[in-house]
């Protein structure tokens, strides 16, 4: 082994957000030199689940994006260290900021009913029962909830609700998901209920979140010498028990060799993912159904049959039919489509956000970008994404379930709910359209019992942590990018000794003003 590779003494399996923030905050916080650090990382390019790649002539990708807020402490504090790529005088938590200064976000057209706005589109039209059922499900204790079902808890009428429709699009809740994450959220988020039917609150970030969140983080991280290792698959590890307690002592590699770790050494491990198996699919393919799992699950499996504290990654991975569902992004060289929208939802490209198509079977739901959406965009491109939540229902133009359909029949079913005719829809033409099947992209939010996720630290850990959104931080809410970065301040504050951990979780549902605000909100007031 070279003298290079024995001075690694903090090994960080996985390279998505939660991987990169550890590296950072134990460079940043706990003086750890960059060398002393390598990310494994299984794919070809580091960020996990927060991507963006491609170009105009191919088309650009997306597979998703997740939501930011005020309130994400740990991420804001992660990012407020890190140059934004496009001006390195300022963080790229300042960018983040000034871009929702620039470009404030207020839809004016969150749903569509028959081809054109919905009438009701600022009303959650909820029951006093479906109130009563929300306030009653905040006011409950975790414990007293066990693995029920959303389902379970609310009348079927509650799910023909504006509300639950926003609700879910948003946060991709399903009826058949955790009841405990959605208490989790409705808990977490309540200081948003007054803006929900406009998306008010909601930050986003100048680019996709690879070119605006990851690509800088992975330039800081590079430049102090940490060495991230793509294309470098770590399938399991050896735990010893030592009179001190468990410790890892080597990492296997997917290629069979393995890595010792020293007596100093400190691992990260990243368990499961939300985009591992994703299938691609273009205009005129659609994504395979195979949904094959990839590395990370295999292995989380490994780790949980061999050592105990490892939780049960059955509880999340076992039925991508409830799990999954297929995003697309359209690439298109004209600006007609999104002048159309423009005058359509009264709001200007970027600005409105989240636009869900009511009476679809897929429940199909589109977001029109502020140009450009990518660093390098050619200029003339326009990129939108879109996704479907019911991906196993069938179109209501489109006579299959938007899993089978390629990128051109995703088009035609958008087309339809829009009530485009013929020389509205040749603005496709041409249009590069790249879709994607995720099976796991909602197994966060699955059905568990207390021990299915991990904690950071799992007992008797001496020398590893656990990080990522399946390991337990309680009070916080998975799907979210906060929720990964919360986890590896734990992890790092925890292992090296040297690192303050996070903030508690803000509890907006404490304060009294935010809670008279919700009701009103919830009441239609």
């Known amino acids: 082994m070279s003298a290079r590779a024995q001075k690694i003494e903090h090994h960080i399996v996985g390279s998505g957000i939660a991987g990169l923030a550890a590296a950072v905050f134990l460079v940043r916080d706990a003086g750890v030199e960059g060398k002393c650090i390598r990310i494994y990382e299984q ?27 005020e309130h994400f402490a740990c991420t804001f504090d992660l990012l407020g260290t890190i140059p934004s790529a496009d001006d390195p005088g300022i963080s790229v938590a300042e960018d983040i900021k000034a871009f929702n200064h620039m470009v404030p976000g207020s839809s004016n057209c969150r749903l569509v009913r028959g081809g054109k706005p919905a009438e009701d589109r600022y009303d959650l039209t909820l029951s006093v029962h479906d109130i009563f059922d929300i306030n009653l499900l905040v ?14 808890w609310f009348q079927p009428a509650f799910f023909e609700s504006n509300f639950w429709l926003m609700w879910s699009t948003m946060f991709s809740f399903q009826p058949w998901h955790a009841l405990i994450e959605m208490r989790r959220y409705l808990r977490r ?25 990851i690509a800088p983080v992975v330039t800081w991280l590079r430049e102090r010498g940490v060495q991230i290792a793509t294309g470098t698959q770590v399938a399991d590890v050896t735990i010893r028990d030592t009179k001190e307690g468990r410790c890892v002592t080597e990492l296997v590699l997917g290629d ?41 699950w295999a292995f989380w499996r490994r780790l949980a049959a061999q050592y105990d504290g490892f939780g049960n990654p059955e509880a999340f991975c076992r039925d991508t039919g409830k799990t999954a569902w297929n995003s697309f992004t359209v690439t298109l060289d004209d600006p007609a489509f999104f002048e159309f929208m423009e005058d359509f939802t009264n709001n200007r490209t970027g600005t409105g956000g989240l636009v869900t198509f009511a009476d679809s079977g897929w429940l199909l739901s589109i977001v029109l970008f502020h140009q450009p959406h990518f660093r390098g965009q050619k200029h003339g491109a326009y990129t939108f994404w879109g996704y479907g939540l019911r991906d196993d229902f069938t179109g209501d133009f489109i006579s299959k379930p938007m899993r089978e359909a390629t990128g051109e029949e995703i088009i035609s079913e958008l087309s339809g709910h829009l009530r485009l005719n013929q020389q509205q829809r040749a603005w496709f033409k041409g249009a590069r359209i790249l879709s994607s099947r995720m099976p796991f992209i909602t197994s966060q939010f699955m059905p568990r019992r207390p021990g299915d996720r991990p904690d950071v630290r799992p007992g008797g850990a001496q020398n590893y942590a656990v990080i990522g959104q399946y390991c337990e931080l309680p009070r916080d809410c998975v799907f979210t990018v906060e929720y990964s970065v919360r986890s590896a301040r734990i992890a790092v504050s925890e292992l090296s000794g040297r690192v303050d951990p996070p903030p508690p979780v803000v509890r907006t549902d404490l304060d009294p003003a935010v809670l008279a605000r919700a009701a009103r909100a919830l009441m239609g007031m």
């Open 43 to 69: 794919l070809c390019v580091p960020g996990g689940s927060l991507d963006g790649a491609g170009n105009a002539e191919e088309g650009y990708l997306i597979r998703g994006g997740r939501m930011f807020e």
């Open 256 to 296: 069979g060799s393995s890595v010792p770790v020293s007596g100093a050494g400190r691992v990260y491990l990243t368990l499961g993912s939300m985009t591992d198996g994703s299938a691609a699919g273009s205009n005129h393919h659609a994504p395979s159904l195979e949904d094959r799992e990839g590395g990370a």
């Open 139 to 152: 006011l409950r204790s975790e414990s007293s909830l066990g693995s029920r079902r959303i389902d379970d």
């Open 189 to 213: 988020f309540i200081h948003l209920f007054p803006g929900f039917t406009r998306l008010a609150g909601i930050l986003r970030t100048r680019y996709n979140q690879y070119d605006s969140v």
